[in-house]
């Protein structure tokens, strides 16, 4: 039964649409038209919380990808499909690291189309015979999807590529996105069909269906996500160009583990979620995460690896033996160099040929024994670029053999038909060197494959009769698996010069020295082998996942905004009715509130408190079952100037260092210090930071040193925060100070002067009073207010408070602390303080409501 259809793609934008049902054995024909599901219990679509299991098993993995990995034959007869495994597939070689126990379930498309009359029974025979979900797209769905948004947008903005002109890739395309975001809906509705959300982990694959996490956390709060880069990931400055930006990185972040090839792509990564979103990460015993929402996303950085086993048994067939030894006959004498690339503009074909002419004419001695062979395999994309790179490439070619070719001797052979596998692998056996001159390039596997060729076995040793296994590479710095092969020589694809240079190189190293080298490649490749890659990645999934069970979460956020919330099971949000009826209830209140950050946002320039803050706090302060404190950073002056009308306030300045009880006392230390001669020498170092620091500045109190960064380059204004922190260490390392750092900031100030003295000072207050506390509220938003929170946490434990005490330590935003509470931002604080004050009034009004009722009757 057909119960919604989706007419309007923005709706799937908006990420409203509900989610499939579970399945029983049959599979029903969901999404196998774009936009058309299946019925739906209302209960559970709307429920975002629930992570109820399907009647799958347990202990499996739920691979999705772009495609699936099998192979799709129609019949002689037509009557139907036959199937197959695509051994070639990465999907299916990294079973090889999951351990026989592992179920594993693939979710992707077909290569082929299928007609709609078919698909119930392919979907059948597939999942039956290979555990494989198919997911079937519109070809006109598809080709915007893939041949539009993915790989006229993604794929050249994440290989450096921006389209400055029309001719330069394509424009953004909001159709395109929208189509995007269909099919990786459709993928989340198949995922939906078949997981067991409580016990699978689902790994999705690279740049296609980034958005699925996102579709698949809405659903399943508490899943077990993760997600692959396979290609590229750019800088900061490439990637914020993409008008999507902000949805992909946040759906991401939806993850619980994201893995990239290299530290450079990883690196990337990081800091667009700091520059765009505004996150930081934290490394921790070798783990790199990202907080997000109370959650760790994990960030992993292996590169892929090949599979040795399937790459073995070719170079074990009769016919690779065959193939080979017909190659040493067609190159007899020859010195051959070896290019294997897709047809594409980022695998540097046409560089790759200059550098062989020019190799040529540096190098005339190489004339008539040096070849370069280059297999170019099929592009995987259509369009303008590719027909110009085959021309640029043929014609290069061309002139390349007219100028230093001769009868009999070719310098270049430009094979663009599909090889055999096992033929490949013969080209690859007899190479001298492999030159791989790619100008972007996610992985590129063809190094490792070369290497193990290489290393050969017995009868293609017979054949061969060399030396000490040796192999050589020339490898542009720009492609994933350049930081893996240390003994490679390493270029810049571009400079031609160069590469030409390492081409010599690579030739006339000695025997000795290629042998070295291809041993050490030879170990890291053997080892770190697909299955290897497979394993760590799971692993790694698995310790990400490990406490999903014992947290509290819920999902917030409308559409690709949508975001889930992790808690420690005693760290809550405080809610306005709970502490305001406690707040009704009690007598001996006390209040401490930091100002900075708490009651006025971080972000604002104007930091002066407006007519409300002061209409709350004169609130609070005008009940006399209260005692309120503010602490500040700021100095005594300011204070004294902003808060004038709050006559009953309780003010302390430069974090505890001067505290005043009432606007009619004096200012009073109570730390005492007599000599601030460091400031002479902590001052001229913070004035360097800041002249070579564009943004920062230094902000001198009485008591302390504080030098600012909020409005300099994040990534720099970081950087340079640790080396001060660092240098400021040193160099006053014997003067009687602490050096701190901070939310956009690193401060210098006498020891012992700490917020937390602002909490013992209102306790002590209180207690000359002979007010027991039965009420406290503690609130703080950075490093400096979790001394606070300490006080209040250790005095509740001993008999500073009432036994039936309410204590309330509130921090601003979800991080780690002290508080058992916290609240989102500035706006729910003082929301929840008006609340509060609110309560003072009531109480005030009903009070001289009493009052006046006796004098009346009197």
């Avoid at 036959?82 to 999951?98: A, M, R, T, V, Y």
């Avoid at 921006?162 to 394509?170: I, T, V």
């Avoid at 490898?475 to 030409?500: H, M, Q």
Wanted: glycine share 6%; charged share 25%; aromatic share 10%.
């Amino acid at each position: 039964m057909v119960s919604r259809s989706y007419s309007n793609l923005m709706d799937l934008v908006s990420g409203d649409s509900p989610a499939v049902g579970l399945v029983g054995k049959r599979l029903p024909r969901v999404m196998t038209v774009a936009g058309i599901v299946s019925e739906l219990d209302e209960e559970n679509a709307n429920s975002v919380n629930s992570d109820a299991p399907s009647s799958v098993s347990q202990n499996r993995v739920i691979i999705v990808g772009n495609q699936l990995p099998v192979r799709a034959h129609r019949r002689s007869d037509k009557s139907g499909w036959n199937f197959s495994w695509d051994e070639d597939s990465l999907l299916l070689q990294l079973k090889d690291g999951l351990g026989d126990d592992i179920e594993v379930i693939y979710i992707g498309c077909l290569r082929e189309e299928i007609d709609l009359k078919e698909q119930d029974d392919v979907s059948q025979t597939l999942l039956d015979t290979f555990k494989c979900v198919p997911t079937f797209l519109p070809p006109e769905l598809f080709s915007r999807f893939y041949h539009g948004f993915c790989k006229q947008q993604l794929w050249p903005l994440f290989h450096y590529m921006l389209p400055l002109s029309p001719d330069l890739g394509g424009r953004f395309d909001r159709s395109l996105w929208r189509a995007y975001v269909s099919v990786n809906k459709i993928f989340a509705d198949k995922v939906m069909e078949v997981i067991n959300p409580e016990d699978d982990f689902v790994w999705v694959h690279d740049y296609h269906l980034m958005i699925l996490p996102t579709f698949l956390r809405k659903r399943f709060n508490r899943i077990k996500l993760g997600f692959f880069l396979h290609s590229p990931f750019p800088s900061s400055e490439i990637y914020r160009t993409l008008p999507v930006r902000d949805e992909l990185l946040r759906a991401l972040l939806n993850c619980d583990l994201i893995g990239f090839h290299t530290f450079d792509y990883a690196r990337h990564f990081l800091s667009c979620c700091g520059r765009m979103l505004g996150l930081s990460y934290q490394s921790k015993r070798g783990y790199v995460g990202i907080e997000y929402y109370g959650r760790t996303v994990s960030i992993k950085i292996l590169p892929v690896g090949i599979h040795l086993q399937q790459l073995q048994s070719v170079l074990n067939l009769p016919e690779t033996e065959t193939k080979v030894a017909e190659l040493l006959n067609q190159f007899k004498d020859r010195i051959v160099l070896l290019g294997v690339d897709d047809m594409d503009i980022f695998k540097g074909i046409s560089l790759k040929l200059l550098a062989m002419e020019q190799f040529l004419m540096q190098h005339p001695e190489w004339r008539e024994k040096a070849v370069l062979v280059q297999i170019a395999n099929p592009a995987r994309g259509r369009g303008r670029d590719v027909h110009e790179v085959q021309t640029e490439s043929y014609s290069t070619a061309k002139r390349i053999n007219e100028t230093f070719g001769s009868p009999g001797y070719e310098p270049v052979i430009l094979i663009d038909t599909c090889l055999q596998f096992y033929e490949k692998i013969a080209y690859y056996v007899i190479a001298e060197c492999c030159l791989v001159t790619a100008v972007r390039d996610g992985m590129n596997l063809i190094p490792y494959e070369y290497i193990i060729c290489r290393q050969g076995n017995e009868r293609l040793d017979h054949l061969l009769q060399p030396d000490p296994k040796r192999s050589m590479l020339v490898v542009s710095e720009f492609i994933g698996c350049s930081p893996s092969l240390s003994g490679a020589i390493r270029v810049n694809p571009w400079n031609v010069d160069l590469v030409a240079e390492a081409m010599d190189t690579a030739l006339t190293m000695s025997f000795n020295e290629k042998q070295l080298r291809h041993e050490k490649h030879y170990r890291y490749v053997s080892t770190h082998d697909v299955g290897y890659w497979a394993n760590s990645f799971l692993q790694d999934l698995e310790r990400a996942c490990r406490d999903h069970g014992r947290r509290r979460c819920w999902g917030i956020g409308f559409g690709l905004g949508f975001r889930v919330i992790t808690l420690d099971p005693n760290f809550r949000k405080l809610f306005s009715e709970r502490i305001v009826s406690a707040y009704r209830r009690t007598k001996n209140r006390a209040i401490l509130l930091d100002y900075d950050g708490t009651m006025m946002p971080q972000t604002s320039i104007n930091k002066m408190p407006n007519s409300e803050a002061i209409s709350i706090l004169n609130s609070l302060c005008r009940d006399p079952c209260n005692i309120v404190f503010l602490v500040s950073g700021k100095d005594k002056d300011t204070l004294t100037e902003w808060f004038a009308p709050c006559e009953k306030l309780l003010l302390a300045a430069e974090h505890g260092y001067f505290m005043r009880q009432s606007q009619d006392s004096e200012w009073e230390t109570h730390v005492p210090v007599s000599d601030f001669g460091w400031k002479q020498i902590a001052e001229p170092v913070m004035k360097l930071y800041t002249e070579t620091t564009d943004g920062s500045n230094i902000e001198a109190k009485e008591s302390a040193l504080v030098w600012h960064y909020q409005y300099a380059d994040p990534d720099f204004g970081s950087c340079q925060a640790k080396e001060l922190l660092d240098h400021l260490e040193s160099v006053l390392s014997s003067e009687p100070v602490s050096v701190k750092s901070g939310q956009h900031y690193v401060e210098v100030k006498p020891q012992g002067v700490t917020k937390g003295l602002v909490a013992e000072h209102l306790l002590s207050l209180m207690q000359e009073k002979n007010m027991l506390p039965d009420f406290v509220l503690c609130i703080g938003d950075d490093r400096s207010d979790e001394d606070m929170f300490e006080v209040i946490s250790n005095a509740n434990e001993g008999l500073a408070f009432s036994p039936v005490a309410e204590v309330f330590a509130c921090t601003v935003g979800q991080k780690p602390s002290r508080a058992k509470y916290y609240l989102e931002d500035t706006t729910e604080i003082v929301r929840m303080l008006q609340g509060l004050a609110t309560a003072s009034n009531q109480r005030e009004f009903v009070s001289a409501s009493q009052t006046f009722s006796i004098l009346h009757v009197m």
